[in-house]
C-alpha cells in the first residue's frame, strides 16, 4: 500500500486540505448533530438541499454530494449502524468505510477524512470502532489506487491516541 493512514486529533468540518469529508449521517441524511451538525452548519442550507433526492439510505450504504460552503470538494455520507440495533454491527461499519472508500476512488478523489462513524451517538465502544474503521481502510486502499490519503480525524486527544494505537497493532 502506498497511500499514508493518519490519526490527527480535530474537527472534521476544518480540514481544508483533503478532498473529500466523511458524514456520520443519519438515514435521512438531515443535519442532525455530531458530525452531521458540524458539515451541514459549515456547508451551508445547499448541502441539505442536495441530500434530499438521495435519501434515505441504509446501514453500510455511502453516498456523495459535493461540499458546498465546506472547504473540500465533496462529502461521502455514511450510516453507521445503531450499536446493538443493526446487526451484524462489525459488517455494517466495515460496510461504511468500504463504500466510502470505493465511490471515493470512483470520484477520482486523492484524499479522504474519516470522523469516528457510529462511535458517538450510535453508541459504538470506541476500541472496536476504531479496529474496524482501520482494518478496513487498511484492506481496502490496495483496491484504490487514485487515493493516496486518508485521515482518521478524532474528536479528543484520548480517541486520536486510541487510533494511533490500534494502527500500530495492525500495521
Ligand atoms: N469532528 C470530528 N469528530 C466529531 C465531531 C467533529 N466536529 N463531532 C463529533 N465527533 P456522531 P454517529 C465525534 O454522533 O455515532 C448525529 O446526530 C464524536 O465524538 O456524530 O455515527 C447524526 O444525525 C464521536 O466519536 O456519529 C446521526 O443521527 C464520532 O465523531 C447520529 O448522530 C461520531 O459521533 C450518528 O451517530
Do not use: K, W
Not at 102 to 125: D, K, M, N, Q, R
Not at 154 to 161: C, G, I, K, R, T
Amino acid at each position: 500500500m502506498n497511500a499514508s493512514l493518519e490519526c490527527f486529533q480535530g474537527d472534521i468540518a476544518h480540514q481544508p486540505d483533503v478532498d473529500a469529508v466523511v458524514n456520520a449521517a443519519n438515514a435521512r441524511l438531515h443535519p442532525g448533530g455530531g458530525v452531521a451538525g458540524a458539515l451541514h452548519r459549515a456547508a451551508g442550507p445547499e448541502l441539505d438541499r442536495a441530500c434530499r433526492p438521495l435519501a434515505p439510505i441504509r446501514p453500510g450504504e455511502a453516498v456523495i454530494t459535493e461540499a458546498f460552503g465546506l472547504p473540500n470538494r465533496h462529502v461521502i455520507h455514511c450510516l453507521g449502524p445503531v450499536y446493538g440495533v443493526d446487526e451484524p454491527a462489525d459488517d455494517l461499519l466495515a460496510a461504511c468505510y468500504r463504500n466510502a472508500l470505493t465511490l471515493a476512488e470512483a470520484h477520482g478523489i486523492a484524499s479522504v477524512a474519516f470522523p469516528a462513524i457510529s462511535a458517538g451517538a450510535f453508541g459504538y465502544p470506541p476500541a472496536d470502532a476504531a479496529r474496524v474503521a482501520l482494518a478496513t481502510v487498511l484492506t481496502t486502499l490496495p483496491d484504490c489506487p487514485h487515493i493516496e490519503r486518508v485521515r482518521f480525524v478524532l474528536f479528543d486527544a484520548e480517541s486520536a491516541e486510541l487510533y494511533r494505537r490500534t494502527l500500530a497493532t495492525l500495521q
